[in-house]
């Protein structure tokens, strides 16, 4: 496994996002951990599309659900998703933008670093 505390770009991960609070640790950061089996480790902007796309594969982020005190998610948030969900969504054409600075480097086991670069955004550019 990559190490954990660095980034696709080689340097320390930074905080992907802490409203909502995010990440396998719920710690805001998308540090991937031998305890995490979903591989949560792409920091991603959300978007209408994507959590569709996501609802439509078994994973509903967008509903709230408070028995785990889940809000439920909205376009425009950032939030760690599952590496290999952030793939398929790639291959089918409906990949959110991702944060690289807030991405973990073990990302980099499932996925190319060319195609998470097609999808960056600034972590600050919330557009």
């Not at 902007?45 to 609802?55: D, G, H, M």
């Amino acid at each position: 496994m990559q190490d954990l505390a660095k980034n696709v770009l080689g340097t320390v991960l930074q905080s992907c996002s802490t409203d909502p609070m995010t990440g396998f640790l719920r710690n805001g950061c998308c540090q991937v951990t031998e305890e995490d089996i979903g591989h949560h480790g792409v920091c991603v902007r959300l978007t209408a599309e994507f959590l569709a796309f996501s609802k439509s594969r078994g994973n509903d982020l967008s509903t709230p659900r408070p028995e785990y005190n889940f809000d439920g998610l909205r376009p425009g948030q950032q939030w760690c998703l599952c590496t290999a969900r952030w793939q398929e969504a790639f291959e089918a054409g409906c990949a959110p933008k991702v944060v690289l600075a807030a991405t973990s480097s073990a990302a980099l086991e499932i996925v190319r670093l060319q195609d998470l670069q097609k999808y960056a955004v600034d972590h600050t550019d919330q557009n």
